[in-house]
Structure formats: structure tokens, C-alpha cells
């Protein structure tokens, strides 16, 4: 809002004032459109180009998190390169190791499926019995009210492809978008020390060169905290779940805990397609339903002590996000990328918000009902 004129003030001087607030409050305005504009495109770019920028982004909250390692290593003297090298080694070692737990056990299973076919009918039997009766009486409700009659629609399901099939044509592409996103972490981590140094060194005033370091650090320490800490927290519970899961029986613990331990990355999501999967797991391994429905009980129990007590405990104290923003943050990375998108939801959630906490976000209330310019303090210069 124009301030008003001053009478002891010349008329140059308020026509010029008035000009400048109309000036700033049209930059402010242009600004805006073109910020909401790019905020509408964005998602569809991301959605349309996802060949290039999944593994890009992929990548980077990778190398994000590693760059602890890395500075450990070259506080140790390792030079650049070589830190780099061996924090990529360990990162493929450990990625390797949550894939094979998976992937290969998955594949037998993929091939017990037409054994089990009878086991898993003769196991859900007395729920079937129950859900046709139940349909019975809803029927024969329907008829006496004259409801039920019509066409019935045909309802036509088209068979998959084979898995090979799938492999053969999904793994070379696989393939070279990881390559591609291993040499962005090599060449991310090779070149970080000096990457952040001539940013830092490049701005135009000390004030400015401290506000990058430490916007910078920030980001770092934020991300490889909450990546670091979940991981541990995810791999334990998976690895408990697994020892369960051995000791009442169930076939291929391992891949269950691997299972767990990737879902349990996805925030509510996540616990939710593993207890199915355990449902239909457990289907498979136990002819009694009971004992098929214990191991998804188990995670359920499981996953409510962690989620509820361990993982607030340890990861509340170092990075607090609202849970609305990480639904919001959910839904959209999961829309764009699938289940990748939905992985890297919450990193990407605790970049970005640490970047604007430290940088100052937009004031779209005060440009719209108050001063008119898009310019707002962030939260750790309030902190100050």
C-alpha cells in the first residue's frame, strides 16, 4: 500500500515515491506470475523428462548424504578422488546388498506362486465361504426389493507380459540411467570440496560468502542426518522383522527384512504395502489363516514402537517436518516418479525447506494485502 503524501514533503519528491512504490509493486507482481507460472510447469517437466531427472535428482540426494563420508575420508588424507571412489564403493556395496536380499529371493517366490496357488485358496477358504454368503444375502435382499436385474457389464482383463519380457525390455534402461547416476555422484563427491569453496569465495561480500556456508552446511548436515538416521532405524527394524519371521518359520526372512527396511522409507504409505505384502506372504508360507496373518500383526506391532517411540525420539531432535508438508511432499513425488518419487519425497522435503528457512521464502500474504513486494526474513535470521 502507497504511503500517504506529506504535506511538508515537495511534489517531485512524492511523485517520485509514488512512481517507485508502483514500479516495485509491478516487478513484485511480474515476479509472482512468473513464480507461479514456473511452479504449475514444473511438476509436468519433471513428470515428461523423468529418463533425465530421476536419476539426476536420485543422484544428487545421494551425494548430499555421503558427503560426510567423504569429508571423513579426506580428514584422513585421502585426496578427493580417492575419497570419493571409496565413498561410492561402500554406498554400491550396501545398494547391492538391499537388492539382492530382495530381488533374488522375489524371484523364487515369483516362481512358487503356481504351487502355492492351492495352499493360499485352501488357506483364505473360510473367508471366501463367509464373502460369498454374506454376497448371497445381499443378493437375495436385492431381489426382494426388485433391485437387482440387468445387464451385466463384461469385464475383460488383459494378461500381463511375461516377467522376462519385462526384464528385457525395463533392464537396459535400468542399467544405463544407474550408470548415469553413478558418475554424477563420482564426479558430484570428486569436485565438492572445491565446488563449495568457490561458491563461497565467489559472492561479493563476507556477509554474503558466511550466508552460502552456512546455508550450505545446513543442507548437508539436514539431509545426511535424516538419511542417515532412518536408514539405521529402517535396517534395524527389518533386520528384527526378519528374525522374527525365521523363528515362526516363514520362507525367505531375509527378503521380508529387505522389504521392510525399503518400504518403512515411504512415510504411512510405506508400513501399509509391506503389511500387505506380509498378508500375502504369509498366505503363501502357512496353510492356517491365523498363522498367515501373523506376520504382517508382527510389523504392525513393530513398526507402531518405532514409529511412535524411536524414530520421533531420534530423528524429532535433528529435523522437524510438519506432517501436512510431508503428505503434500508425498503425494507430488509420487505422482511425478512412482515409487522412486515417493523414496525421495522427504530428502527433498528437507532440502528444500532448509534452503528457503535460510534463504527467506516468498511472502505471497504481505505482497497480496500489505507492502506489495515478495521479500520475506527466513526463519533462522528470526532465530538471530
Known sequence: MAEPRRSDEPIELQDSHTLEVKRVRLLAAIALLLGAGFLFALPFALQAGAAFFLPVTAALVIAIALVPVLE??????????????????????????VIASIVLPAIDYFALIPERIDRIRET???????????????EGILEDIALSGGAEAAVTLAAPDSLLDLFATSAPVAIIQMFFAM????????????MRERTITSRGSFEGALTTARVIQQ???????????ITFINVTLGTIVALILWAIGMDSPIMWG?????????????????AILLAIGGLMSFVDVWA???PPLIFIVLHNIEANVLTPMIVGKRVRLSPLLILISLS?????????????AVPLLIIIKTVFAAAGTPDIAGFLFEHGTLTHVGEEEEKD
Open 332 to 344: 507430488l513425488w509420487a505422482w511425478i516418479w512412482g515409487f522412486l518419487g515417493a523414496l525421495l
Open 183 to 194: 558418475l554424477v555422484i563420482f564426479f558430484f563427491l570428486s569436485r565438492w570440496t572445491r
Open 292 to 294: 498367515a496373518l501373523l
Open 219 to 229: 543442507v548437508v548436515d539436514a539431509t545426511s542426518t535424516y538419511i542417515g538416521t
Open 258 to 274: 529387505g522389504i521392510v527396511a525399503v518400504t518403512n522409507f515411504i512415510p504411512y504409505l510405506g508400513p501399509i504395502f509391506a
Open 72 to 97: 571423513w575420508f579426506e580428514r584422513h588424507g585421502l585426496s578427493s578422488g580417492l575419497a570419493a571412489i571409496i565413498s561410492l564403493l561402500l554406498f554400491i556395496a550396501f545398494a547391492s546388498f
Open 124 to 138: 483364505v477358504l473360510p473367508i471366501l465361504q463367509f464373502y460369498a454368503e454374506l454376497e448371497a444375502f445381499i
